[in-house]
């Protein structure tokens, strides 16, 4: 697979909710590293879609995390995979773009279906491996390796950030060198 192209990106924030933050694997570090993460993709101008499950049962999107994306209207869906959602593929296909970064939780359902749906449906998906988890590192681990094996990218949030950037005097990069230190 090759790079993430700036102007063919768009990104995918699966259910990072009030209910199922404090329980996943190192809490602390992924809602920190995915903060990073989203403030330098939107520092980029890269576009997104942010998801929630069964909103009414597991909670909106952590304040942290909905302070980083600013004003967003997320996709409310009870499907495990965000491709089985109409709303999200819709809103995915009318971005136009190709290259599909990939962060949430948990690692091995929701975020591991949406990356084998997106690979089928012809995507180049890059998994920050970093901003997503399970309750478990062993689901986590698993998860990760089902999505390199089917194809995806295996990456880090930084790594993400600095390619599509490409070299210092790319626009946005000294704002996301002040975001990622």
């Not at 952590?62 to 491709?83: D, H, Q, R, W």
């Not at 998860?143 to 950037?165: D, K, N, P, Q, V």
Request: hydrophobic share 45%; glycine share 8%.
């Amino acid at each position: 697979m090759s790079m993430i192209v700036r102007e063919n990106a768009a990104y995918v924030a699966i259910d990072f909710q009030e209910k199922l933050m404090p329980v996943m694997s190192g809490t602390e570090k992924l809602e920190e590293k995915t903060v990073k993460l989203i403030k330098g993709l939107e520092a980029l101008g890269i576009p997104g879609i942010v998801t929630q499950q069964y909103t009414k049962g597991i909670g909106g999107t952590i304040p942290t995390i909905a302070e980083a994306l600013g004003e967003f209207e997320y996709v409310e869906k009870n499907s495990f995979s965000c491709m089985a959602n109409e709303e999200f593929v819709s809103r995915l296909e009318s971005l136009g773009k190709k290259d599909i970064i990939v962060f949430g939780i948990e690692a091995h359902i929701c975020v591991q279906q949406t990356v084998l749906q997106l690979l089928e449906a012809g995507y180049n998906v890059y998994l920050a491996a970093d901003c997503i988890s399970s309750r478990s590192e062993e689901d986590k681990l698993w998860g990760i390796t089902r999505m390199g094996e089917a194809g995806a990218a295996i990456t880090s949030y930084e790594a993400i950030l600095y390619e599509i950037l490409r070299d210092s005097k790319a626009d946005g990069f000294k704002a996301v060198s002040a975001i990622v230190k």
